[in-house]
């Protein structure tokens, strides 16, 4: 069965200091990979997607995702974080074309000043 | 509108009633989806639309809930003879065929 799986249900870091957040997936072909952050009380905004290709990708607000079929991973990097990226991450997958999203669990981020 | 719509952004009724929730897609996006966001159970996948195709009802909990597509555009889901346990958020999402999914605010359902 299709997976994704985030180790780590709470992360705090301090403002101005580097970030990763881990997502592992389980598939049976390389999926399509997502990265997305949820406000409080707000939708699902995308940082990121992985469809093939170059397996470093760029997002919005100075958000990358490595891709590592090795790992089965596709962990979230900012090198440099801000009060304002305090929100709950998810990691998704789906198997292409107009398939749905699998989910993982989330992640809550939480910025010390 | 820019973005995907949805109404109401919060409802509240009692167990055994039916609720209807609407969402208005992005234009021109072909595939819509619900999904349903509950803290025990994460982000759930529940139906999607993929233009005039039959739509993918595998994540359905229950035939409790339907949800149907007019025109190729607005859809509502329905929820009947409801249950404390469908309390959730209800995420409605659409995209263009292999782009990403775009979110609405989401409707949050509280079943009293």
């Known amino acids: 069965a299709q997976s994704v799986t985030q180790p780590d249900i709470h992360i705090t870091v301090s403002e101005g200091a580097s970030l990763e957040l881990r997502c592992n997936y389980s598939?049976?072909?390389?999926?399509?990979l997502f990265w997305y952050v949820q406000s409080p009380g707000q939708g699902l905004q995308l940082l990121l997607k992985?469809?093939?290709?170059?397996?470093l990708v760029q997002g919005i607000k100075g958000f990358e995702a490595e891709f590592k079929r090795s790992q089965s991973s596709f962990n979230l990097r900012k090198p440099s974080v801000h009060w304002s990226d305090a929100a709950e991450y998810f990691c998704?997958?789906?198997?292409?074309?107009?398939?749905?999203?699998?989910f993982g669990k989330g992640t809550h981020l939480i910025i010390q000043p | 509108g820019a973005g995907v719509s949805q109404s109401p952004s919060n409802k509240v009724t009692e167990k055994g009633k039916d609720v209807e929730l609407r969402c208005d897609p992005i234009s021109g996006h072909t595939a819509l989806y619900w999904y349903r966001q509950s803290l025990g159970q994460g982000l759930e996948f529940l139906i999607y639309f993929q233009g005039n195709s039959a739509p993918d009802k595998s994540g359905l909990p229950s035939d409790r809930f339907s949800a149907e597509r007019t025109g190729g555009s607005v859809s509502t889901l329905t929820i009947q003879r409801t249950q404390q346990e469908d309390s959730a958020v209800y995420l409605c999402?659409?995209?263009?065929?292999?782009?990403?999914?775009?979110f609405g605010d989401g409707t949050r359902l509280s079943i009293l």
């Open positions: 999402a659409s995209s263009q065929l292999n782009q990403p999914q775009h």
């Open positions: 998704a997958g789906s198997g292409g074309g107009a398939d749905g999203l699998t």
């Open positions: 992985y469809f093939s290709g170059d397996t």
């Open positions: 598939y049976g072909a390389t999926p399509y």
